[in-house]
């Protein structure tokens, strides 16, 4: 996610916090400093950065659930209005996402029982008469309130996710998906309007944010069943122009200007791949560097290579890991034979959907799974 801090690496996952974050901090600051001045902003920026702190375990008791499963979590974001786990991909089964679904919730569940003996009345302990014994009584009904809120059956929130799973059970997962993130974004729509009549201006957040999530998964989901069983070689694109490393910028841009295509592997004298060039890193790239650099200088060379064989949406998952625009193509000799594009994909996504007689497709593919 752009604009966010990497914290860190735990368990192999980056821990980032979105710089709106810090807002929301700042914020709750003026807000108690203003109520009780210094040590009331203290208390309350500690408070904060605990329940936070809450909402990042939840989090990654979902990647961990998730890990069993053999899916990857490349990153976890805190974002002002939660969490954001970011996985490789859904579960499998139903069964498998129930699990992963209320992994999250479980570990507020685990805080909530930690929590209980030192708010109870007669547990006075001389450790922690130096914290507010108010504090942790207010961080045991956030917990609660995480569990409550996450369980609300609004896809694709922890409840929303089970009642899709509950529903894919007994009928076909694009459509069980379709299902649930209609009741989800219903439910948004009613919690957004509860917020903006009782001036809540978080929780109108987070209903917006799982209104278009809905979408985006539901799209997600259309994407898997338009795509099943196809690879790769179903949807390059055979016909492109290949740039020889050599070329400078301004031949990137007459070869943009006079074709169709947006995105160019770079090929050396060989005719072996050494990277791509997108429009977009040509178009930033312009802003900075003469027209006569070569486009060796400017082409990325982290994007991965897919085999024409591979599934279809294998391959896509791993354009949108690489947050690229295209992806270069090998057969099995490894010789470069095409260009998958997503565009390409979006484009089959609406022709495959029109062959099975399904609802209209959205015109551009959906980002990566989200798990709050
Ligand atoms: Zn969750």
Not at 122 to 139: D, S
Not at 229 to 234: A, K, Q, Y
Not at 357 to 370: E, V
Request: charged content about 15%.
């Amino acid at each position: 996610m752009r604009w966010s801090l990497h914290l860190g690496r735990i368990a192999g996952i980056d821990v980032k916090v979105h710089f709106t974050f810090f807002l929301l901090l700042a914020f709750y600051g003026f807000m108690f400093a203003g109520q009780g001045g210094l040590p009331a902003a203290v208390h309350g920026i500690i408070f904060i950065s605990l329940v936070f702190l809450c909402v990042l375990l939840h989090e990654f008791g979902h990647a961990m659930a998730a890990r069993r499963y053999g899916i990857h979590t490349p990153d976890i974001t805190l974002l002002p209005i939660g969490g954001v786990a970011r996985l490789e991909r859904i579960p499998e089964k139903p069964s498998e996402e129930i699990v992963v679904a209320l992994a999250g919730p479980l570990v507020n569940v685990a805080i909530c029982a930690v929590l209980f003996p030192f708010i109870q009345d007669n547990f006075h302990p001389g450790v922690l008469e130096r914290f507010e014994p108010g504090l942790l009584l207010k961080l045991f009904g956030a917990n609660v309130m995480l569990v409550v809120f996450n369980l609300i059956p609004a896809f694709p929130m922890d409840g929303g996710r089970v009642f899709r799973a509950l529903l894919a059970m007994r009928m076909d997962f694009a459509k069980a998906t379709r299902i649930a993130a209609t009741i989800g974004q219903a439910l948004a729509c009613a919690g957004g309007m509860f917020a903006l009549l009782h001036g809540i201006p978080v929780l109108a957040l987070v209903a917006v944010f799982i209104f278009l999530a809905a979408q985006n998964e539901a799209a997600h989901a259309q994407m898997r069943a338009a795509s099943a069983g196809l690879r790769v070689r179903d949807a390059m694109i055979l016909r492109f122009e290949a740039l020889p490393r050599t070329a400078t910028l301004h031949r990137a841009v007459e070869a943009v200007l006079h074709s169709a295509q947006r995105d160019f592997p770079v090929v050396d004298e060989a005719g072996a791949l050494c990277g791509v060039l997108t429009r977009d890193d040509l178009v930033g790239a312009l802003r900075k560097n003469a027209a006569d650099t070569p486009v060796a200088e400017i082409m990325r060379l982290d994007v991965p290579v897919v085999h024409d064989a591979m599934f279809l949406d294998r391959a896509f998952t791993l354009m949108q890991e690489a947050e690229t625009s295209a992806l270069p193509v090998v057969d099995g000799s490894g010789r470069l034979c095409g260009l998958f594009t997503h565009e390409n994909v979006g484009e089959l996504m609406m022709i495959q959907t029109a062959l099975r007689g399904g609802p209209r497709s959205p015109a551009r593919p959906p980002p990566l799974p989200a798990r709050v």
